[in-house]
């Protein structure tokens, strides 16, 4: 079952803006995770957030968690051609079998 | 150096053939992971596995078949019985399978039907 929703499915921006992509979900959970993805390439993590924590940052990369909304945002600054990607939000959920569900991701293309 | 070997890259499968896909790690990992990917769609968990001589089905096992056998090895056999076998496959480790934990990926594997 799918868990985390992104939006939006397709964000395509100039080289050097700012990248903001969002996941929703449904269920309380005990942390979330951000993974990138390749064309053709298996997923690479990028950023985990525990429920306690409110925002996170790495790099380039900034994660905000609001459990109260039930939302993440994944903010990526001064983008480059390389961050064309696809990204995905994984849910560690509370509840039910140990396993990270994974939503349907956002496809990011950077223009040069 | 240390990861996740998936193979073949590319594999296809004739009517009702059963094809094995290889996952290899050496990252010492306890836990290890099954994932199909379908176009432009996420992640569906296929198999898991937080130990050797165990694993539990994921969302989507029906027509699928796994063995753990060894710490490093995770196979995964595409029976017959899958009826949609075209995908894009993920093989994913993590060290003992909390919840807590980041995944690492293999490369991954293209199924086709010929």
């Known amino acids: 079952s799918q868990q985390g929703e992104e939006d939006p499915q397709a964000l395509s921006i100039q080289e050097g803006e700012n990248a903001t992509m969002n996941c929703s979900y449904k269920t309380s959970i005990n942390n979330l995770q951000w993974y990138r993805q390749n064309s053709g390439r298996g997923l690479v993590h990028l950023i985990l957030i525990r429920s306690n924590e409110r925002e996170k940052h790495s790099g380039r990369l900034r994660v905000t968690l609001d459990t109260s909304k039930k939302s993440s945002s994944l903010l990526i600054t001064a983008s480059r051609a390389a961050d064309t990607a696809s990204y995905f939000c994984?849910?560690?959920?509370?509840?039910?079998?140990?396993?990270?569900?994974f939503g349907q991701g956002t496809r990011l293309t950077i223009n040069p | 150096d240390g990861g996740i070997t998936q193979s073949p890259k590319y594999l296809f499968r004739k009517e009702g053939q059963n094809v094995t896909l290889s996952c290899e790690q050496n990252?010492?990992?306890?836990?290890m992971y099954w994932y199909r990917q379908d176009p432009g769609q996420g992640l569906r968990l296929i198999y898991y596995?937080?130990?050797?001589?165990?694993?539990q089905k994921g969302d989507i096992a029906e027509g699928y078949s796994v063995s753990r056998e060894k710490k490093e090895s995770f196979p995964l056999t595409v029976t017959s019985a899958q009826k949609n076998p075209t995908a894009f496959y993920l093989c994913?480790?993590?060290?003992?399978?909390?919840?807590?934990?980041?995944?690492?990926f293999g490369s991954g594997t293209q199924l086709s039907v010929l």
């Open positions: 596995s937080q130990i050797v001589n165990d694993f």
């Open positions: 994984a849910t560690g959920q509370i509840q039910g079998a140990q396993k990270l569900v």
């Open positions: 994913a480790s993590s060290m003992t399978g909390g919840r807590r934990e980041k995944l690492f």
């Open positions: 990252l010492n990992h306890d836990a």
